[in-house]
């Protein structure tokens, strides 16, 4: 329920508004160098409060390693990662306490629980997410240290809003993880009209791995496609993921989505980097779609819990796109199920080693998600 992975077990707990949040991260190898300032690049790029293009609660999501790591190394027993809440402001929710959001989790959770924490939406906050991108750093250290896997993403839609170009360079240089830095005042222009409107809007983030092996997934019902897939649809507000050419496939031709492959490198990659649930060698490609925040400004017809029909009007505050803080926490997941397939593999087929012939990952041409 609260924890992902078999051989790289993360187990996240704590609520938006209570004293912390923390995980358990169980079957990390050992020996890997690991401190606290590890975690500082991730967490800062996930956190709120750093531009007014997200929600204005600001937390150091500073973290504390409770156990796990002796001297700066690993030492392969549980590593648990806390951080504490600072900026929770939880009179922000006492008018909604008694209300259900129209699209948000609070009606599902009441149905399930017959009880739950409305403060800062509780367990159903994004909050959570801090975690997985801390749980992340390790498997994203893990990943390039052992293997030379790098795990990327950035945004690569706002509303209707896509890059015109694309530069991995641009995307940490502006705070969309926009690939396209000429078309950053136009985002800025679109996020301030929109936060004016009270209004909210969906995004789309692209993660990638490079440097993946062949052999990671395991067939039938271990594929690495539908483990990223789970993966990412655990995420808050996940509507829809993509391996690949996705959703596109549909229309396309087997003689056009089939990725020829030469001695010198597949010539294309419509399926994503999976093949048969296995990695193929070539990049990890995956698209995630996320919908529009709920908790609006705007009235909405509800229900509280009474069943009386209410309107409801959400303040505190609240990202005006979810999307743009995503992007590390789609790496963050895409990291971890690759690190655990990756333990997986080498748990059943260590012993294979490299198998004739061995394909370049591509033959040259965009490699860019
Ligand atoms: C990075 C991130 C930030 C989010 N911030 C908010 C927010 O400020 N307000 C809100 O209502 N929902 C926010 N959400 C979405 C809710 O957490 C989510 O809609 C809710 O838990 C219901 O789950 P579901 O949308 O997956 O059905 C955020 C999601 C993510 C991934």
Known sequence: MNTFGQLLRVT??????????????????????????????????????????????????????????YEG???????????????????????????????HADYAYWQ???????????????RETTMRVAAGVIAKKWLADRHGVRV????????????????????????????????VPELEAYMDALRKSGDSVGARVAVVADGVPPGWGEPVYGKLDAGIAAAMMSINAVKGVEIGDGFASVAQRGSAHRDPMTPAGFLSNHAGGVLGGISSGQQVVCSVAFKPTSSLRLPVAGLDVDGQVVDIVTTGRHDPCV?????????????????????????????????????????????DG
């Open 12 to 69: 996240t707990f704590g609520e938006s508004h209570g004293p912390a949040i923390g995980c358990v991260v169980d079957g990390c190898p050992p020996g890997i160098p690991l401190a606290p300032e590890d975690f500082a690049r991730d967490l800062e790029r996930r956190a709120t409060g750093r531009t007014r293009h997200t929600s204005a609660r600001r937390e150091e999501d500073a973290i504390e390693i409770l156990s796990g790591v």
């Open 73 to 103: 190394l690993t030492t392969g027993t549980p590593i648990a990662l806390l951080v504490r809440n600072t900026d929770a402001r939880s009179r922000d929710y006492a008018a909604i306490a008694g209300q259900f959001r129209p699209g």
């Open 112 to 126: 399930k629980y017959g009880i739950r924490d409305p403060r800062g939406g509780g367990r159903s906050s994004a």
């Open 152 to 183: 990327r993403g950035h945004l690569a839609q706002i509303g209707d809003i896509m890059p015109r170009s694309h530069d991995w360079d641009a995307v940490e240089g502006n705070p969309f993880f926009w690939p396209d830095a000429a078309q």
């Open 323 to 367: 999307g743009i803080r995503a992007t590390p926490i789609c790496e963050a997941m895409l990291a971890l199920e690759l690190m655990d397939q990756a333990l997986r593999h080498r748990a059943q087929c260590g012993d294979v080693g490299e198998v004739a012939p061995r394909i370049p990952a591509s033959a040259g041409g965009r490699d």
